[in-house]
């Protein structure tokens, strides 16, 4: 095949992963926003949509990793191209784990009973939380969709955040169990939600970091809250 036309071949093939790889990120990111609305509002039916948008979800992940494998194999891409591939590759796989996440929180919403209602204040901070998981993750999705290094710079900083308010709700659920303020059962079932936006927020620092190398071809240093703090007291 001429050059030419084998430029114009990958360019096309590239421009059909950008495609699905956005459709995929905003799939995920859907799920997100409709677990998080069933578990506010204990709606069952907006629980169970999630359940489809996560088969959708993998569906577009096998299509766009078949994707991946023919363009490396058909056109043996290099540079920044060749970086574009391996990193969507990597990609499709947080925004599958952020599905499978939303999938498990809509499984929760429906295990939560009519009784969980009077749970508002441990509702109320996992809202909070929820709100901050899926603002890191909106970032790094608009950050993929623009290549757009510079906006997640920071992420692993904001993840720290969400780290803190994890830790936090952790602490006050376990008290108010202990204590007997709070049933074992809701109680253990709002232990998973935290449990599963912080893993949320994980991915989407994943993402971000991912998007940096896909751009500048440089990885951004990962280093643990605490490690960080003591570097920059120094």
């Given at each position: 095949m001429p050059q030419a036309a084998e430029r114009k071949a990958l360019q096309k093939g590239l421009q059909k992963l950008d495609e699905n790889m956005v459709t995929l990120a905003e799939l995920s990111e859907l799920a997100i926003r409709k677990a998080i609305d069933s578990l506010t509002r204990l709606d069952g039916e907006v629980a169970r949509e999630v359940f489809t948008i996560d088969q959708e979800v993998y569906g577009l992940q096998l299509?766009?990793?078949?994707?991946?494998?023919?363009?490396?194999?058909?056109?043996?891409?290099?540079?920044?191209?060749?970086?574009?591939?391996?990193t969507s590759l990597k990609i499709?796989?947080?925004?599958?784990r952020i599905g499978r996440y939303a999938k498990d929180l809509g499984e929760l919403t429906l295990q939560f009973s009519p009784s969980s209602r009077g749970a508002e204040p441990e509702l109320a901070r996992i809202r909070e939380m929820a709100d901050r998981t899926i603002q890191m993750v909106d970032t790094a999705i608009d950050a993929f969709?623009?290549?757009?290094?510079?906006?997640?710079?920071?992420?692993?900083?904001?993840d720290d955040?969400?780290?803190?308010?994890?830790?936090?709700?952790?602490?006050?659920?376990?008290?108010?169990?202990?204590?007997?303020?709070?049933?074992?059962?809701?109680?253990?079932?709002?232990?998973?939600?935290?449990?599963?936006?912080?893993?949320?927020?994980?991915?989407?620092?994943?993402?971000?970091?991912?998007?940096?190398?896909?751009?500048?071809?440089?990885?951004?240093?990962?280093?643990?809250?605490?490690?960080?703090?003591?570097?920059?007291?120094?």
């Amino acid at each position: 095949m001429p050059q030419a036309a084998e430029r114009k071949a990958l360019q096309k093939g590239l421009q059909k992963l950008d495609e699905n790889m956005v459709t995929l990120a905003e799939l995920s990111e859907l799920a997100i926003r409709k677990a998080i609305d069933s578990l506010t509002r204990l709606d069952g039916e907006v629980a169970r949509e999630v359940f489809t948008i996560d088969q959708e979800v993998y569906g577009l992940q096998l299509e766009i990793e078949h994707t991946c494998v023919d363009l490396i194999a058909l056109h043996a891409p290099v540079a920044r191209d060749l970086r574009t591939i391996t990193t969507s590759l990597k990609i499709t796989t947080d925004l599958d784990r952020i599905g499978r996440y939303a999938k498990d929180l809509g499984e929760l919403t429906l295990q939560f009973s009519p009784s969980s209602r009077g749970a508002e204040p441990e509702l109320a901070r996992i809202r909070e939380m929820a709100d901050r998981t899926i603002q890191m993750v909106d970032t790094a999705i608009d950050a993929f969709v623009k290549h757009d290094a510079e906006s997640v710079r920071n992420i692993i900083q904001v993840d720290d955040v969400v780290d803190r308010m994890h830790d936090e709700n952790f602490n006050e659920l376990v008290r108010r169990m202990t204590e007997g303020s709070l049933k074992i059962e809701t109680g253990a079932r709002y232990i998973l939600v935290n449990r599963y936006l912080e893993r949320i927020a994980d991915h989407a620092v994943n993402i971000g970091m991912r998007v940096v190398y896909m751009v500048t071809g440089d990885w951004l240093p990962r280093e643990r809250a605490a490690d960080r703090a003591k570097r920059i007291s120094k």
